[in-house]
Nanobody, 122 residues
Framework: QVQLIESGGGLVQAGGSLRLSCAAS????????MAWFRQAPGKEREFVARITWSGASKNYADSVKGRFTISRDVTKNTVYLQMNSLKPEDTAIYYC???????????????WGQGAQVTVSS
């Protein structure tokens, strides 16, 4: 498995931007599909974005499409989530996840980070 550590969370005003980073350790990172999920208080964890091992395929939840961008740098073993035009409803703990064949469900990922808090004030 791959060990994942998120960073870059914080407090931002609505309309602002943040970039989350997820640093990975482990030899299989380059072959993993990587994803971001988020969980708001009192809600279930939900899919945000996903990128395949080659970076050729990227998928986004409708709620973030056009505002968020997922990318990866295999030379740095890091995946990023650039978040622009943030809204108060984006407030959540954001989790990085990885697996060989990860899809859109949290159950398809075996490796998880500890989470990074993102708070968007109105």
């Amino acid at each position: 498995q791959v060990q994942l550590i998120e960073s870059g969370g914080g407090l931002v005003q609505a309309g602002g931007s943040l970039r989350l980073s997820c640093a990975a350790s482990g030899r299989t990172f380059s072959t993993y599909t990587m994803a971001w999920f988020r969980q708001a208080p009192g809600k279930e964890r939900e899919f945000v974005a996903r990128i395949t091992w080659s970076g050729a395929s990227k998928n986004y939840a409708d709620s973030v499409k056009g505002r968020f961008t997922i990318s990866r740098d295999v030379t740095k073993n890091t995946v990023y989530l650039q978040m622009n035009s943030l809204k108060p409803e984006d407030t959540a703990i954001y989790y990085c996840a990885g697996d060989d064949h990860g899809s859109y469900t949290s159950s398809s990922y075996r490796s998880w980070g500890q989470g990074a808090q993102v708070t968007v004030s109105s």
